[in-house]
């Protein structure tokens, strides 16, 4: 079952679900001790961002037969409106999350039922999404503490978040 046909045409709309399949990022992964020294974040668990360079998408290459599913438009090709499409393409990759993201969300946004998503929090990603602020920034102290982010280094009050701010829902491990 298809939650968005291809054939809508505002992806801008906050209300539509993106999704993406990203690498992991956890004290598994050999650079993990260094960037906590250097981020000071030691209560993480695990990075869940859609950082770029902390956690890469699992499908950095768009493929042709990718187009009919993903959002058409800058800097957003690795993100799908099709999230059966995507679990079909990762099926065999077993290190990956799979996140449901919202687009600049104007309030609290439940989950899809797809999947059974969980929500984990708000990224702060600069316009094209390559880096967070929050995780990969070192840190804004006159805007929010370390500590005010959870062990997956989002915000998790939608209240607090800072603006613009992207709800990641995780898929549970």
Known sequence: MHFYRHEQKSYNDSMIPWFIATQRFTPEDKSWNKYIEWSG???LKE???????????ILPD???E???HIVNEEFMLNFFL???FLIEQIKNIEKKNVLCVFRNPQQMLP?????NFKFVGYDLLEINGG???LTNCGGFPDVFANTELSEAGLLTDFGRK????????ATPK
Request: proline content about 18%; overall charge negative.
């Open 66 to 68: 990718y187009w009919p």
């Open 41 to 43: 974040l030691t209560h």
């Open 82 to 84: 099709d999230f059966d």
């Open 162 to 169: 800072p603006s613009p701010a992207t709800p990641p829902f």
């Open 131 to 133: 880096l967070s602020a």
């Open 47 to 57: 990075v869940v961002s859609l950082d770029g360079s902390l956690c890469p998408t």
């Open 111 to 115: 989950a899809p039922l797809a999947a």
């Open 62 to 64: 768009i493929k042709a």
